[in-house]
């Protein structure tokens, strides 16, 4: 079993949707939560981060942690086409300059 | 501005050739790492280094080599061993949980 699974996608959704995106991982020992979206031709950028269970909102963006169920969610409210990218979930086991475990992605595609 | 700089953005090896990508950052972090990016696989951890003057490979390090004689730096060469070379290459460095990516070198095979 991989460490980490994310849904594959692609997902297409109508511009003022409400996008989910979910991970499930393998291990309780990870501690460590996070997403990070990658336009096209470029880097991947840190969006969200939450330590251990509960939820954390910036903007229209909510990150959810269940460590009970070993499930990791992002959601986006009213979706634009500027959120048209591929979203990664990440995770690691421990604090400062640890490894991190990557999904493979999602691409994500919002139509106006 | 603070962030991480990679160089070229594009870049093309000839059979047989070594080649170098060049990854700064003025972050001030000490952990730097090498991810090599390809269609439908995700990232994947090539090698990384938590301190200067030291490195440990990821899962994928096999025909690269990596050094980090600065804090700031942390090259990586692309060997001729490396028989599939083609991919999207990506730096990263952290001083807590979190890791931050610069823009990218993709790498083409002549």
């Known amino acids: 079993q991989k460490e980490v699974e994310q849904d594959p996608g692609p997902l297409s959704v109508p511009e003022g949707a409400i996008v989910s995106l979910n991970c499930t991982y393998s291990?309780?020992?990870?501690?460590?939560f996070m997403w990070y979206r990658q336009y096209s031709r470029k880097g991947p950028e840190l969006l969200m981060y939450?330590?251990?269970?509960g939820n954390k909102e910036d903007g229209r963006f909510t990150a959810q942690v269940d460590k009970s169920s070993k499930y990791i969610s992002l959601f986006i409210r009213d979706s634009q086409p500027s959120d048209s990218a591929t979203y990664l979930c990440?995770?690691?086991?421990?604090?400062?300059?640890?490894?991190?475990?990557f999904g493979k992605g999602i691409t994500l595609s919002v139509r106006p | 501005d603070g962030g991480i700089t990679q160089s070229p953005k594009y870049l093309f090896r000839k059979e047989g050739q070594n080649v170098t990508l060049s990854c700064e950052q003025n972050l001030n972090h000490d952990a730097m790492y090498w991810y090599r990016q390809d269609p439908g696989q995700g990232l994947r951890l090539i090698y990384y280094?938590?301190?200067?003057?030291?490195?440990q490979k990821g899962d994928i390090a096999e025909g690269y080599s990596v050094s980090r004689e600065k804090k700031e730096s942390f090259p990586l060469t692309v060997t001729s061993a490396q028989k599939n070379p083609t991919a999207f290459y990506l730096c990263?460095?952290?001083?807590?949980?979190?890791?931050?990516f610069g823009p990218g070198t993709r790498l083409l095979v002549l």
């Open positions: 990263a460095s952290s001083g807590g949980p979190t890791q931050y």
């Open positions: 291990n309780s020992a990870f501690q460590y």
């Open positions: 990440a995770i690691s086991r421990t604090g400062a300059n640890s490894k991190l475990t």
């Open positions: 939450t330590y251990s269970s």
């Open positions: 280094s938590q301190i200067v003057n030291d490195f």
